[in-house]
Nanobody
Framework: FQVVESGGGLVQAGESLRLSCSAS????????IGWFRQVPGKERQGVSC????????YYEDSLEGRFTITRDSAKNTAYLQMNSLKPEDTDVYFC??????????????????????WGQGTQVTVSS
């Protein structure tokens, strides 16, 4: 299993970025792709996840509707559209993927070790 991320960068507050994550090695489309960020002293925290077969989504409560996750199952790729970015969104964002066996919300909050693949991370920096 493998995922490849792209799309991070440096923007000003209020601007937008789109992250992409392409997965490989999964059979069919029964898997979930999610975006995570590192929380100091904790494991990675789920920002948003999507089921690649049914499109079910999960979002962290604090996002206030600013981010949208979508998928292109034909391309095995999920996208995270990040709008109205704030300086506190600054972080390294990691893409993870795992075979689908529960709800998207439950899987987006699983321990890191339960995921099948992790990307190297992409830096998102928002200046004030």
């Amino acid at each position: 299993f493998q995922v490849v991320e792209s799309g991070g960068g440096l923007v000003q507050a209020g601007e937008s970025l789109r992250l992409s994550c392409s997965a490989s090695g999964f059979t069919g489309d029964k898997y979930i792709i999610g975006w995570f960020r590192q929380v100091p002293g904790k494991e990675r925290q789920g920002v948003s996840c999507i089921g690649m077969s049914d499109g079910d989504t999960y979002y962290e409560d604090s996002l206030e509707g600013r981010f949208t996750i979508t998928r292109d199952s034909a391309k095995n790729t999920a996208y995270l559209q990040m709008n109205s970015l704030k300086p506190e969104d600054t972080d390294v964002y990691f893409c993870g993927a795992v075979t689908d066996w529960s709800t998207v919300e439950a899987m987006c909050n699983m321990p890191m070790d339960d995921f099948d693949a992790w990307g190297q991370g992409t830096q998102v920096t928002v200046s004030s």
